[in-house]
């Protein structure tokens, strides 16, 4: 079996090989008009520059850190310099994750307004083709990253004795390390900009314009289109990735602890394999799904996904059960906690529904028509206030919920496999990443593509159709962001796992004075990563606010154009021909490129600090507060964290979608309100507040808590506890007994109690007789009952 880990690259070649049919399938497809493929050059070249700059600056910051790495591993036991190798390919994997979907989407999403104008089957079948490159590339990528440096390392390592598999898997965590680092720096710089180019271009294009935010006058249309593959499809992709790495490593990391024990002789590899092989079957699984989402025309898109998405998962439970039972044996124990493979699998099947049911719940707090969000709407009637109060009143609701099924995943996957069941139980659930990825990246192609409709001015059928695939776009969007910060929130728990392990620490103590403050700390950190990341966000707006208004006072042909537009309420039908002939001369007018420039310099700048803090903060702590303190940050980054990121997501979901329905006509109290009404403003308001919370903040925060679990995992050997510490801190008592029992014989009694996380006791007995001279060593282990009899009698 031992041999299966040549096969695991298989899988990811296979799904390389898929995407890139795909995504030749994809360019294959016509462009549509000239002014078409104009505008979807200017929407590719802005992403592309900003990835450029991006990956300029990260560059830099990946040979700091790899240097660093290279002594930190060199001066570590059980750890070598080539956990920078690992930091340095994870990273690159990243990137290259990113840049795949950058490129596959701003191909797609003209070719899916091509394709509209033709059929709603046909967007569909190339907007999902898009998003499939996408979600395929990025699990082979990690998949074939993770099992070539696992076989590498293992030339050079031996996995056949246990220091050597600890070798391998401390330096293999520097891949989640670099994937997270990337991530992180992809998710805030994209929401940064992403969301300055969004609020320009809706308060100053909407409000005050009173043109559509996709409009060809307006300058920041490109750049909002850029946003949308810069932050929904590159971060994203980066969010997920980081996610599906950085699962399995902390599943690989808590497995090895089992490869000694007897029950594994057959495969000691097993529970270190597992979730590899789990992540390569969710490859084959996913391609499967793919080819089952189709729908005809009048048929809705969210349900042709929808059974892609589920097939796939059906798939994957019952691949999954044949794959542990094939690894794992029945039955094992390991440190008086017994395990069993139908244990692991109903973990898994645990990580699998949570996920789902998050999304469920997501969609129902921020879909379109639902309870929660046409109470907003209601609320809008009487100004943006009350829209805003609604909004927050909403996101802090919808975290119960999920919370609920979170705390209950945990619960399950432990009592059904202990701390490997948490682990194994995010692998499940990120298992079927492939195609949730290609069902959350379809929505920002999608979303493009109807961008693109309005600005080439494509006939009115033609934006239906794109406008209803943008619909279902936005729930797929805020399901992937439900989906993603649960598999964060297990994640997180699993790398914090496997750092308690690595680091000798048994117990989260908040009696003590050291992790209480680490807790607090911890909880604090959400809040001003939010604030960093939301006040960037104003400032780079600011910015563009004021471009686009000096483009339309100071542009004359533009400023005519939008006298037109005002007059007739933006529509031309009763326009004159002069009036006509005014309006078209300022097509192309509009400099769309200073307000790319606008909103790449600002995300570049802003996304450093953030980055600082989450990287810094755990190392700090650490290495000055110990591994106890670092502990407690841990486990209040990770409540207030999530809580955060389902409030900010939800809340932001929640008002977008307010606004579409609005916009798309609305009766509240037998009066009927549309585009340009007070109720409509006060709507694209709200949602103006809720752009930094779904796109830049919310989102960030998933990253944000598995990297500091993962800045941790790896700084673990090095502030791990020692001896003397541990058995203070696992609050071992040490009672002597020393016996006189003839005039040459001498006995002394050791007796150690070590209470475990259940509260139970277990006693070592250690008994050392000395009889003229020769020394005789007894060990004798008692449990339960016993142990309190024991400590009575010396008492």
């Not at 040549?6 to 995407?19: E, K, R, S």
């Not at 050079?156 to 391998?168: P, Q, R």
């Not at 701390?419 to 195609?435: D, K, P, R």
Request: charged share 15%; proline share 2%.
């Amino acid at each position: 079996m031992e041999s299966l880990i040549y096969l695991l690259p298989l899988a990811g070649i296979i799904g390389l090989i898929f995407m890139w049919f795909k995504s030749a399938w994809v360019t294959k497809q016509e462009v549509g008009t000239k002014k078409m493929a104009t505008i979807a050059k200017h929407i590719s070249d802005g992403a592309i520059a900003f990835l450029k700059a991006e990956y300029k600056v990260l560059s830099v910051f990946v040979i700091a850190v790899a240097v660093l790495l290279v002594f930190k591993g060199n001066s570590e036991e059980n750890s070598t310099g080539f956990v920078a190798l690992s930091f340095v390919v994870g990273a690159l994997m990243s990137a290259l994750a990113g840049y795949i979907g950058m490129r596959i989407a701003t191909k797609a999403n003209v070719r899916t307004t091509n394709a509209a104008r033709v059929s709603l089957n046909k967007a569909l079948e190339v907007a999902f083709s898009g998003g499939a490159v996408m979600g395929i590339g990025v699990v082979s990528l990690g998949v074939i990253g993770l099992s070539s440096l696992f076989l590498l390392y293992s030339k050079l390592y031996s996995v056949d004795d246990e220091n050597g598999l600890l070798t391998i898997v401390n330096i293999i965590s520097g891949f989640s390390l670099g994937a997270s680092s990337i991530a992180l720096f992809a998710r805030v710089g994209g929401g940064i900009y992403t969301k300055a180019a969004d609020v320009g271009a809706d308060l100053v294009g909407k409000v005050e314009a009173g043109i559509p935010e996709d409009h060809p006058l307006n300058p920041a249309t490109i750049a909002d289109n850029v946003g949308d593959n810069v932050g929904d499809v590159a971060g994203m992709g980066a969010d997920l990735f980081e996610s599906f790495v950085g699962s399995i490593i902390a599943t690989m990391v808590l497995g090895a602890v089992f490869f000694n024990l007897e029950a594994f002789t057959d495969f000691k590899l097993g529970a270190v394999l597992l979730p590899l092989s789990l992540a390569a079957t969710g490859i084959i699984t996913s391609i499967i799904g793919t080819f089952f989402v189709k729908v005809k025309d009048g048929g809705n898109p969210q349900t042709a996904l929808n059974i892609g998405e589920y097939l796939s998962s059906a798939i994957m439970i019952v691949a999954s059960y044949f794959l542990i039972q094939q690894f794992l044996p029945e039955a094992w124990e390991f440190n008086g906690i017994e395990y069993t493979s139908m244990g692991v699998f109903w973990a898994t099947i645990v990580g699998l529904i949570a996920g789902l049911g998050v999304g469920m719940i997501t969609e129902y707090y921020t879909g379109t028509g639902t309870k929660p969000v046409t109470g907003i709407v209601n609320q809008s009637v009487t100004g943006a206030a009350t829209n805003i109060i609604a909004g927050l009143g909403l996101g802090m609701m919808s975290t119960a919920i999920p919370i609920i099924l979170i705390a209950a995943a945990i619960i399950l996957s432990f009592n059904f496999a202990g701390l490997y069941g948490i682990a194994i139980a995010a692998v499940g659930m990120l298992a079927n990443t492939g195609i949730q990825l290609a069902v959350d990246a379809y929505g920002p192609i999608s979303d493009n593509a109807g961008g693109i409709a309005e600005m080439a001015e494509l006939p009115k059928e033609v934006r239906e159709r794109t406008d209803k695939l943008d619909a279902v776009g936005n729930t797929t969007a805020a399901i992937g962001k439900g989906f993603a910060i649960a598999s964060a929130a297990l994640t997180a728990l699993a790398l914090f796992s496997a750092f308690m392990q690595q680091a000798n620490i048994t117990t989260i103590d908040i009696s003590k004075s050291t992790v209480m403050a680490g807790l607090f700390v911890g909880g604090m950190l959400p809040f001003v990563f939010s604030a960093l990341s939301m006040g960037a966000v104003g400032r780079a707006a600011m910015e563009m606010i004021k471009e686009v208004r000096r483009q339309f006072s100071e542009i004359p042909e533009l400023k005519a154009a939008l006298e037109i537009m005002k007059k007739y309420d933006a529509d031309l039908e009763k326009a004159t021909p002069e009036e006509i002939a005014i309006f078209e001369k300022a097509d192309g007018m509009a400099e769309y490129d200073k307000c790319v420039d606008i909103s790449t310099k600002a995300s570049i700048k802003e996304m450093v600090l953030p980055g600082i803090l989450a990287i810094g903060s755990p190392v700090l702590v650490g290495f000055i507060g110990g591994a106890e303190m670092l502990g407690g940050l841990l486990a209040g980054v990770t409540v207030t964290g999530v809580l955060m990121a389902i409030f900010q997501s939800n809340a932001g979901g929640a008002w977008d979608n307010a606004k579409k329905m609005i916009e798309e006509g609305v009766t509240i109290d037998g009066k009927d309100y549309g585009k340009g009404s007070e109720v409509h403003k006060a709507g694209v308001v709200g949602d103006t507040v809720g752009d930094p919370f779904k796109d830049t903040s919310g989102p960030s925060l998933n990253i944000l808590l598995k990297l500091m679990s993962v800045v941790a995992l790896v700084i673990a050997p090095s502030i791990a506890l020692n001896a003397d510490n541990l058995a203070d801190y696992n609050n071992e008592t040490t009672i002597e007994l020393n016996e006189n029992v003839v005039s040459k014989q001498e006995v002394k009694k050791i007796v150690k109690v070590k209470i475990d996380d259940n509260g139970e006791k277990t006693a070592t007995i250690t008994t050392t007789t000395i009889v003229d001279g020769e020394e005789k060593v007894v060990t004798e282990t008692l449990k339960g009952e016993d142990v309190e009899e024991l400590i009575k009698d010396t008492e």
